[in-house]
């Protein structure tokens, strides 16, 4: 994860429209793999301020996860970390 994170800024550099939106959760999940969770819920409001209407039945449909119990487990990190239920 700590390698991850340089990574996801330097994507910021470039992104547009929603790959802004999914760098930040990528970046909100890493920080929290590593226990920083000042900087992972900032992720997620970073996230939900470049795309309002970020909720997690938007995530729940937009994602095509094959592994059920992952998919699961990804949004119940982001509703913890603050991506709204509705």
Do not use: C, M
């Not at 992104?15 to 990528?26: N, P, Q, S, Y």
């Not at 970046?27 to 470049?50: N, P, T, V, W």
């Amino acid at each position: 994860y700590e390698e991850a994170i340089p990574i996801y800024f330097k994507a910021l550099e470039s992104a547009k429209g929603f790959f802004v939106t999914e760098i930040h959760l990528g970046l909100a999940i890493a920080y929290d793999a590593l226990g920083q969770d000042d900087k992972a819920q900032a992720a997620i409001r970073a996230a939900i301020e470049s795309y309002p209407r970020l909720t997690i039945p938007y995530l729940r449909n937009f994602q095509r996860y094959k592994d059920q119990d992952y998919k699961d487990r990804w949004l119940a990190n982001l509703k913890r970390l603050g991506v709204p239920e509705e």
